[in-house]
């Protein structure tokens, strides 16, 4: 009896301590071959979702391995938005520093922050720091990280096409 449970509990260790337990969010979301693609995540809200939401302010994000990356482990991610009642698509160029299963990610210029977490089927979880995200466009808007229904963004992986 006793040989049977510590060879279960043994099992039980080696799976909590192989690679795949303990991935980060880079492994398991930006470079899975599994997923759609490598880094590209797009998220559009439907109007119906929009109306559910009058507080949410952003209509559309998208995180990517920007181009300025150049193949580096700590990827630097480029984010869109876009939001309620502007055509403007809001750019900004993040830093990331992995901690624990996810990323840290500071915009460039003192514009904020945010953390990615990895969620089921290959989608990221984007949450907003308390300082808030600021983008430039046409004009200087900024996503709250302590009001409104704009904090946390649930970014399913697409297909790399929709990120050219």
Known sequence: ??????????AALCIMTSPAYAENVLDSHFS?????????????Y????????PDQVVTEI????????????VPLLDVFVTLR???????????????????????????????LTGKNNGALRLTVGRQG?????DK???ISGVQGDDR?????????????
């Open 62 to 73: 998208a995180v990517m391995v920007s181009a300025l990356s150049a193949g580096g482990r």
């Open 32 to 44: 899975n071959p599994a997923l759609p693609s490598s880094g590209c995540f797009v998220r559009s």
């Open 1 to 10: 009896m006793q040989v049977k449970f510590m060879r279960k509990l043994i």
């Open 46 to 53: 439907s109007k119906s979702h929009l109306a559910t939401h």
């Open 133 to 137: 995200m600021r983008f430039e466009g």
């Open 85 to 115: 009642g502007d055509r403007f698509q809001y750019h900004g160029l993040a830093t990331c520093n992995t901690k624990g299963k996810g990323l840290i990610c500071l915009l460039e210029g003192d514009a904020g922050a945010f953390t």
């Open 140 to 142: 200087f808007v900024e």
């Open 152 to 164: 946390v963004f649930l970014i399913p992986n697409v297909p790399g096409e929709l990120c050219n």
